[in-house]
């Protein structure tokens, strides 16, 4: 057996490297915040500091100067608007290709499935000349349709797996009892899938609020860019006002941050609901 | 099922029809498009004669796409293996830790992980903040303990930029690793490792011999997720060094290649990227496959 003083050593040593990495992960994040907060000469005089005197001038100027205001609603906007329709019509989908049966269920259920293995990035171009054609480059509408028909495979697989594992007697009953098969979708089968809809309405979340391809090369016009787009011009305008730009880093993180903490609860009982079975 | 298949066929295409319509139109008809569009020669946006694999050909063959796409493909190796280095065996040691000290193990998770939570796209404009030459805090805390000569201008030294991105890189996505194998590690029995020790084994031994084999389905995943994320890397690449691909281009990737082809290419623009395209979607895949099949044949049956 080892003797105590070695061990001890050890678990401190151990806790001196734990804590190190947690430095490394979370000091970036702070040195930004503490930033935000810091006028721009005093960051210029001393690049690592903390605020001596707060200030909350830089996302003033990053809020209104910089539209960042505006990137904000757009991605706000779109990231709803594409998170809502993608589930809804995967909710609509998943229900009878879970519980129904009827020919060629499984090769429907594969089709919608293929497409969690392909890049959708990749079909960027067709999609270019399509959305041209059809009036949608440049327009919200068009990013939150492509946004929603990305999120399907994905949505489908989770929501097919749980609507399997719900037991059938209530939907029997109501169905004895003569309910309409949109009632019984609407009222019963709904509600049940809750979980499973916050599960995947928060993993679709990310990736629709964070995509920077599509709107990238689908927007023209600054008053309809998104947030990462937006940021991205924003760096280039604004690369010599440090202060605003660490304001607009913050900005850009903390909606995402909010709905995380917010939803995190609801996230591990939709994952757990659907594993537990 | 309690009602009638005639009436049941048109619920069905009711409720499948929206995402089926949605999915199809904006998903596979692109991607069908792109690998046809592959085969033809453009005039800009007016499609030419089929020109069979005259694409693939000039886009793997001549110049000077050849260089370019070998350059950029090189890079995504580098920083493939550069990442399985530094963030998976970073985050293999780290989950050790926690596995043998689980105090305050779950607040060492989430602090590790919070960064995965930010777009890759605001990662890489944190960092270029962080690692700015004058202005940065990076250079900054160097000076602050008399380490001057370390200081440098990060991002604009094309002999260092692409592993200051593998770092970068690395430090987002570390929290992936760390969970899929404290996971894994807490799946075995401990007895198994104990036993080993007992037999005079020292601990080290013990555990690559012993533990590291059983946790293989692990390392496994860990390399896949992160080979497919490597090879579709964008993003953090751009906000680090522009479409461009930084000084020299010493930070060019396949997906910026392609992005500067399809969007600032010549006449066959849309051939030519259409191809590489396809090529990276073959290379993707192809060698997630591989790889998937060679690690799983070399799972410890237990």
């Known amino acids: 057996m080892v003797s105590t003083a070695p061990r001890i050593g050890r678990a401190v040593g151990v806790q001196v490297l734990l804590w190190a990495y947690a430095g490394v992960a979370f000091g970036p994040l702070l040195l930004v915040l503490l930033g935000s907060l810091r006028g721009n000469r005093e960051i210029m005089r001393e690049p690592l500091g903390l605020p001596t005197s707060p200030t909350f001038e830089n996302f003033g100027r990053a809020w209104a100067n910089a539209s960042l205001s505006t990137y904000l609603l757009n991605s706000v906007v779109i990231t709803v608007a594409a998170v809502t329709l993608c589930t809804v019509i995967s909710l609509m989908a998943a229900y009878p290709l879970a519980r129904w049966r009827f020919t060629g269920r499984a090769l429907l259920a594969a089709y919608f499935l293929s497409g969690l293995m392909l890049p959708i990035k990749l079909g960027v171009l067709p999609i270019f000349y399509m959305f041209q054609s059809m009036g949608l480059v440049d327009s919200r509408i068009g990013l939150t349709l492509l946004y929603a028909a990305g999120g399907i495979p994905f949505s489908v697989f989770i929501l097919m797996a749980f609507l399997r594992g719900l037991p059938t007697d209530?939907?029997?009953?109501?169905?004895?009892?003569?309910?309409?098969?949109?009632?019984?979708?609407?009222?019963?089968?709904?509600?049940?899938?809750?979980?499973?809809?916050?599960?995947?309405?928060?993993?679709?979340?990310?990736?629709?609020?964070?995509?920077?391809?599509?709107?990238?090369?689908?927007?023209?016009?600054?008053?309809?860019?998104?947030?990462?787009?937006?940021?991205?011009?924003?760096?280039?305008?604004?690369?010599?006002?440090?202060?605003?730009?660490?304001?607009?880093?913050?900005?850009?993180?903390?909606?995402?941050?909010?709905?995380?903490?917010?939803?995190?609860?609801?996230?591990?009982?939709g994952l757990t609901a659907g594993i537990g079975r | 099922m309690a009602f009638r298949s005639g009436r049941r066929l048109g619920w069905v295409a009711f409720f499948c029809g929206p995402a089926a319509v949605l999915y199809t139109v904006f998903v596979v008809v692109p991607l069908a498009t792109a690998l046809w569009y592959s085969f033809y020669g453009w005039q800009g946006t007016t499609r030419g004669a089929p020109a069979g694999m005259a694409n693939y050909a000039a886009v793997l063959g001549d110049y000077p796409y050849q260089e370019q796409v070998l350059k950029a493909f090189w890079h995504n190796v580098v920083f493939f293996a550069g990442t399985m280095l530094v963030q998976n065996t970073v985050g293999l040691g780290l989950a050790v830790l926690l596995h043998r000290n689980p105090r305050g193990k779950r607040m060492f998770q989430t602090l590790y992980s919070l960064p995965y939570l930010i777009s890759p796209l605001v990662v890489g404009y944190l960092w270029s903040m962080m690692l700015s030459p004058a202005f940065g805090p990076v250079n900054a805390g160097l000076q602050a303990v008399g380490l001057d000569g370390l200081t440098r201008p990060w991002l604009g030294d094309p002999a260092i930029a692409l592993p200051v991105v593998v770092l970068v890189n690395a430090w987002q996505w570390i929290g992936c690793p760390m969970l899929i194998f404290g996971a894994a590690l807490a799946a075995v029995p401990a007895e198994m490792e104990e036993a080993a020790v007992i037999d005079g084994a020292s601990a080290w031994k013990a555990f690559w011999q012993v533990r590291f084999p059983l946790i293989m389905p692990a390392v496994g995943a860990v390399t896949l997720l992160t080979f497919v994320g490597c090879f579709n890397v964008f993003d953090l690449v751009f906000a680090l060094g522009g479409s461009s691909g930084g000084p020299g281009q010493s930070m060019d990737v396949l997906g910026l290649l392609f992005y500067r082809i399809a969007f600032q290419g010549g006449v066959n623009a849309i051939g030519l990227s259409s191809a590489l395209a396809m090529v990276m979607f073959v290379v993707v895949f192809g060698v997630a496959l591989v790889v998937d099949r060679s690690l799983r044949r070399r799972e410890v049956p237990w």
């Open chain 1, 170 to 269: 209530i939907e029997e009953a109501a169905r004895i009892d003569g309910v309409g098969e949109l009632r019984l979708f609407r009222s019963i089968v709904t509600p049940l899938s809750r979980p499973a809809i916050a599960t995947v309405a928060v993993f679709q979340l990310a990736p629709t609020w964070n995509d920077f391809f599509f709107p990238l090369i689908l927007l023209r016009s600054s008053e309809k860019y998104t947030i990462p787009v937006g940021l991205s011009r924003f760096f280039g305008e604004f690369s010599t006002d440090r202060g605003a730009l660490y304001a607009g880093l913050v900005l850009a993180v903390l909606p995402l941050v909010v709905v995380f903490v917010m939803a995190s609860r609801q996230v591990v009982a």
